[in-house]
DNA sequence: CCTATCAACTTGCTTTTTGCAAGCTGATAG
DNA sequence: CTATCAGCTTGCAAAAAGCAAGTTGATAGG
């Protein structure tokens, strides 16, 4: 299933949003960056997860140029980029909160994260509002 | 990226729900079945995008072993089944909704399905009963 | 200048997954 | 006892993912 046959061009918007952001690894690299902060190249490398350096190097190419991810110098330390949300990518908010619902309510395994699934079922408007609102320069 | 790796043990709520419905065409089939009304095998293979039989087959025994999806008789038709969503498989009901709109906002492609993001827009409550209330024997 | 540093990638290769076409299965209708 | 047909399997080629090691390039320190 290649990037770029019939999938994007269905006209289906489901199938368009998995075409952005349908693969197992992207929803992972744009929750590190929504949820865990993670803005470096190094720092998305180390997610719980393990993703490889040349699959990270190519979903963050796509993201960029799909719209979704913004790549900027870091005004701290001059050989490292930050990537951060852009507007379209800040929208995707709301599928977080329900992936984050749907997995909390039925994975049965032990979760580190369930002071996240506890915050978006108490205050899901104030979780999104931490994404949609967070600054990244201009936009 | 097998299915079974760190992934779905990291106890991540969204690892969890992309660990069963992360990969590119699970959320297609759930889809068909949801809002197209697909049932049968035949009717999920003459999808949109074409899925390969091999792989349909595949993601319908790991939907059915995750517990999203329900395999029954046909009671019209004696040689055929039919997929039915389990309540844990309609409870991706807002998860459908969110892709929709997300999709239909930066979607810049004729659309077929803009009844679809129109309807969900204008009622997003109602969208989601019809997939959460579907009768299916007696789940 | 010239060399070491280090974040961000590339490259080459192996393993796994996907895609495609063709074939198998098995209950029943005739 | 044979043809049918929905629902799959199988075999093989092509594409994608995973892994380890190497490359790049601006600058800081000598």
Redesign the interface.
């Known amino acids: ?1 290649s990037k770029t ?14 075409s ?1 952001v ?4 992207t ?2 690299i744009i ?1 590190d960056i929504a949820i865990k902060g993670a803005r470096t190249y190094a720092e998305l490398l180390e997610g ?3 993703i490889s350096t040349n699959i990270l190097a190519q979903r963050l190419r796509h993201l960029e140029e799909a ?1 979704v991810l913004e790549k900027r110098k870091n005004p701290t330390n001059w050989r490292s980029f930050n990537y951060e949300l852009t507007p ?1 990518g800040r ?2 908010a ?14 049965k ?5 369930t002071d ?2 506890t915050q978006v079922r108490s205050d899901r408007v104030g979780f999104e509002r931490n994404i949609l609102d967070a600054e990244s320069g201009e936009n």
Chains 1, 2 share one sequence.
Do not use: F, H
């Not at 046959?5 to 998995?18: E, V």
């Not at 709301?94 to 994975?107: A, C, F, H, M, V």
């Not at 395994?109 to 994260?113: L, R, S, T």
């Open positions: 299933m046959t019939k999938r994007a061009l269905s006209g289906c918007p489901i199938d368009y949003a998995l952005v349908g693969d197992g690894w929803l992972l929750r719980w997860e393990g719209g379209k929208d995707l709301p599928l977080l909160s329900e992936l984050i619902l749907w997995g909390g309510k039925y994975n395994a032990e979760n580190p994260m996240t699934v």
